[in-house]
């Protein structure tokens, strides 16, 4: 293998203002020489802050970044209150207040009252401002105040909290006194008059309690986005998802990667920079070959933490349910049966169901997108020999609903054979591995249970490949008689309940965090950390994915065609434990490329690394900042 440095790239990365490490060589000459014992303190130097060609200070980029972060300037002195509950009418409303100016604030609302103690509930009278306190300026005669001192609260900065009756006149009164406060002539506890000023206290925008937490580095971005998830959840699933990312462990795991790839960079820096001048313990061949092994264990694990995203999105958006079936095979009342009311039109009549019926309902704690539509047929099989415009347009709909599901409910008549129609339908759908349940109905119309029972299992496994675990024989008929509105009975009639939780069985394994297998020389993976990475929304995927690509473009620069064996191995099939990456051998079977260019390489792992910066939002990009006011907003 032959390591080049390709001019052309060096240049492009120069003119381009990428970080390069070439600028050691200038800080080198300007500050004197820079001595490093072995190839790990070249790798930690060239990893460094003073290793990037851009050698502004890092303290004033920090600086620079927090402003624009916001699109609105965010000034020391500026302190915001907002509603923290939900509005209208109710026992006791929130106002949560945050800046600098909360003392103040406390002692216009109160005056006279000693301020709380830090922490510490305090019953308070609120009396209007700039007036002489008296029963006729009383705002509420009993509130509790909280003060959190900074910087341990939810923004970092002093927090006052008044929890006032939840009276929509109250409310009002006491939110339309909170800016008056700022032109008040109170004195506080101090006796120094009040220094406010009528810019400094303001309402709240959008999400602007939640800016200042992640400014302060009280909250990581992926955290929230969870906290908007957990306000929003509405099933049992949804809520143990989004309780799964209010922790910091998803933000630390996606840190620990990007430190990962700074580690792998800072070894092909130290390459670029130093080869000439200090003497290194591997070849470019060997370090080369390491570098790429740490790079394909890692991209293991990012594609397995990916799969699990797609799964959480699951649980997130709800699963895609559609009811496949031939006209008057009973999937309106499957329908009504499973939502416990009667959602779509029942009637003995073929063909009531001409368009998509979209129910959602939460089923066992997931959240399900029912969609009830029209029957299959084939002309002159059922029915009669023509299909109308109307009937053609159903059942066009049908199967692109159907083609479209995470899981498909076939829904057959027991006492009919297979429409053509359905059978296709339904052999398209295994095909594109989407979850196909059968239901066969109408159970108390055969004069042979046990056989019929046989036969058409039989014939389902023949004909589409369906396990048996997730063949059902029902009546909705007979579940109908026994509860016009409830589908739980103790004797479960028609085997409705056990349907269900077949059901609920599938949508248990389609949901359920992927675990990578593990070499017999590394420890086992954590179950617990690959259960989080359900919570990993779309965003995070979309990037993740993103640096997938450029790590794919790395191990093409080293390894040319030899890298794409490894690609077309399975998301999620092997990975390590994160500490490991990096400890690993070179396996005999790898093969390097004949022309490596080891700053093409390099430049693929610093956009893989800067990609999971975007993620958490501390990159140096513009574009997490056009990001983070639309993640705040939610």
């Known amino acids: 293998m032959r390591v080049s440095i390709s001019s052309q790239a060096l240049l492009y990365r120069l003119s381009a203002g990428k970080p390069t490490f070439t600028g050691l060589k200038c800080f080198q000459y300007l500050t004197g020489p820079i001595l490093c014992t072995n190839r790990h303190d070249v790798a930690t130097l060239c990893a460094s802050p003073l290793g990037q060609f851009n050698t502004a200070p890092r303290h004033l980029r920090r600086y620079e970044r927090r402003q624009y972060h916001s699109n609105i300037s965010h000034q020391e002195d500026t302190t915001i209150y907002a509603l923290s509950t939900a509005t209208g009418r109710a026992a006791i409303a929130v106002i949560r207040i945050s800046g600098p100016a909360c003392k103040q604030i406390y002692q216009s609302l109160c005056p006279s009252a000693p301020f709380p103690k830090p922490r510490h509930a305090t019953l308070r009278k609120l009396y209007s401002p700039n007036v002489p306190p008296s029963p006729s300026t009383i705002l509420d005669s009993g509130a509790l105040i909280l003060f959190f001192p900074a910087p341990h609260t939810v923004t970092g900065e002093d927090v006052l909290e008044l929890h006032v009756h939840g009276g929509p006149a109250i409310v009002r009164a006491v939110l339309a006194a909170i800016p008056e406060c700022a032109s008040s002539t109170s004195s506080i506890t101090s006796g120094q008059p009040n220094t406010l000023s009528a810019h400094t206290v303001r309402y709240a925008e959008s999400g602007e309690f939640t800016r200042r937490a992640f400014l302060n580095n009280r909250m990581t971005l992926p955290q929230i986005e969870s906290l908007g998830e957990t306000l929003s959840a509405t099933t049992e699933q949804q809520r143990k998802l989004s309780v799964r990312g209010t922790t910091s462990s998803l933000a630390a795991r996606y840190e620990e990667w990007r430190n990962l790839l700074l580690q792998a960079r800072g070894e092909l820096e130290a390459l670029i920079d130093f080869s000439e001048d200090q003497h290194f313990d591997e070849s470019p061949t060997e370090l080369c070959g390491n570098v790429a092994v740490q790079v394909r264990k890692l991209r293991r694990q990012i594609e397995t933490h990916v799969s699990n995203a797609v799964r959480g999105e699951l649980l997130r958006n709800g699963i895609s349910v559609a009811l496949l079936g031939a006209p008057n095979a009973g999937k309106s009342s499957l329908l009504n049966r499973i939502v416990g009311r009667e959602a779509a039109i029942v009637s003995q009549e073929a063909g009531t169901t001409r368009d998509v019926v979209e129910v959602g309902v939460d089923l066992g704690g997931w959240l399900v997108k029912l969609g009830d539509m029209a029957g299959l047929r084939r002309a002159g099989v059922v029915g009669p020999d023509t299909i109308g415009t109307v009937e053609q347009e159903g059942i066009k709909r049908a199967k692109q609903r159907a083609l479209g599901s995470d899981v498909l409910i076939v829904v057959q008549d027991a006492a009919t054979d297979m429409d053509p129609e359905v059978t296709e339908t339904a052999k398209r759908c295994v095909d594109l591995d989407i979850n196909v349940v059968i239901a066969i109905n109408k159970i108390d119309q055969i004069p042979n249970p046990p056989e019929s029972v046989s036969h058409w299992k039989n014939k389902v496994q023949s004909v589409l490949n369906i396990p048996e675990d997730r063949i059902f024989f029902i009546s909705c008929k007979a579940a109908t008689k026994a509860s016009s509105t409830v589908i739980t009975t103790p004797n479960d009639p ?43 929304t779309e965003r995070q995927r979309a990037l993740l994915s993103e640096c997938l690509s450029h790590l794919e473009a790395f191990l093409t620069a080293v390894h040319g065609n030899h890298s794409s064996e490894d690609a077309s191995q399975p998301a999620g099939t092997t990975a390590t434990a994160p500490q490991d990456l990096f ?20 430049e693929c792992l610093r956009l893989a690394a800067e990609t999971l910066a975007r993620i958490t939002g501390r990159g140096e990009s513009g574009d997490v900042e056009e990001v983070l006011g639309v993640v705040f907003e939610k």
Do not use: H
Request: charged share 20%; hydrophobic share 40%; proline share 8%.
């Open 494 to 536: 028609g085997n409705i309940q056990r349907f269900l939780q077949g059901l609920i069985t599938t949508f248990e394994s389609m949901t359920t965090a992927l675990i990578p297998d593990f070499d017999a020389s590394d420890s086992p993976p954590d179950p617990s950390i690959w259960q989080e990475s359900l919570g990993a």
């Open 583 to 602: 400890i690993q051998p070179l396996n005999d079977t790898e093969e390097l490329g004949d022309d490596v260019d080891i700053v093409i390489a390099a």
